[in-house]
């Protein structure tokens, strides 16, 4: 069975913290996506990794894909409410597989 | 463009009533997906579309679920009979060129089965 496991599940940490969240699987991936989910709202795409070892920067937010493309990471400095929401991975799709999302890690900032 | 339009925003039924579902895809976009979201299963892929044929329906939970999509821009999720084990928040997507691509969702269809 295919499985992303994301860590933690749930995180409630005060504005202004560090954070890091985790997407991690056995399996190699072509690439991987991070969405995020805000309260009442469908997931938004934040970014896609392709390249094993690759970092992405999206103003606080920094994503690393692993060396061996099994696994993937979600930095966030400085905390503010606004990042408030479900944090979701998702893997690259090739023709024929299915397409699933990781497990989820939900995400408060409290003021 | 007005994204991906979805109806209603909340359903209240009752066990054993038919359910429909709607969706209107970004104009352009090939690619038209069904999902279902719960605390425990997180979000599954139900079915998608391509150029409104479906492709793969193999997250369909049983017969009981049914997907059209008759046109380029319309697609229906249909549940009958429905059951409180249905209740969850339903989204509909839509992409250019597949789940590669970046996915736009829909608001969702918040529905709860009484």
């Known amino acids: 069975t295919q499985l992303l496991e994301q860590s933690p599940q749930f995180l409630s940490i005060q504005e202004g913290e560090n954070l890091t969240v985790y997407c991690n699987s056995s399996s190699v991936f072509s690439s991987l996506q991070w969405y995020r989910q805000e309260p009442g709202e469908g997931p938004v795409l934040l970014v896609t990794?392709?390249?094993?070892?690759e970092v992405k920067k999206l103003k606080r937010l920094t994503f690393q894909f692993g060396d061996a493309r099994k696994d993937s990471s979600l930095h966030i400095t400085a905390a503010q409410p606004g990042d408030t929401g479900l944090y979701l991975c998702?893997?690259?799709?090739?023709?024929?597989?299915?397409?699933?999302f990781g497990t989820g890690t939900s995400l408060t900032v409290i003021p | 463009d007005a994204g991906v339009i979805q109806s209603p925003r909340h359903e209240v039924t009752e066990m054993g009533q038919e359910v429909t579902l709607r969706c209107k895809p970004i104009?352009?976009?090939?690619?038209l997906f069904w999902y279902r979201q719960t605390m425990m299963r997180g979000l599954e892929l139900l079915i998608y579309?391509?150029?409104?044929?479906?492709?793969?329906d193999s997250g369909m939970p049983e017969d009981r679920f049914s997907a059209k999509m008759p046109n380029a821009s319309f697609s229906t999720l249909k549940i009958q009979p429905s059951e409180p084990r249905d209740s969850a928040v339903y989204f509909c997507?839509?992409?250019?060129?597949?789940?590669?691509?970046?996915?736009?969702f829909g608001p969702g269809t918040r529905l709860t089965v009484l």
């Open positions: 998702a893997p690259g799709w090739d023709t024929g597989n299915q397409f699933y």
């Open positions: 579309f391509n150029n409104n044929v479906p492709i793969d």
């Open positions: 997507g839509s992409t250019e060129r597949g789940f590669t691509d970046t996915q736009y």
């Open positions: 104009s352009g976009h090939d690619y």
């Open positions: 990794v392709v390249t094993g070892g």
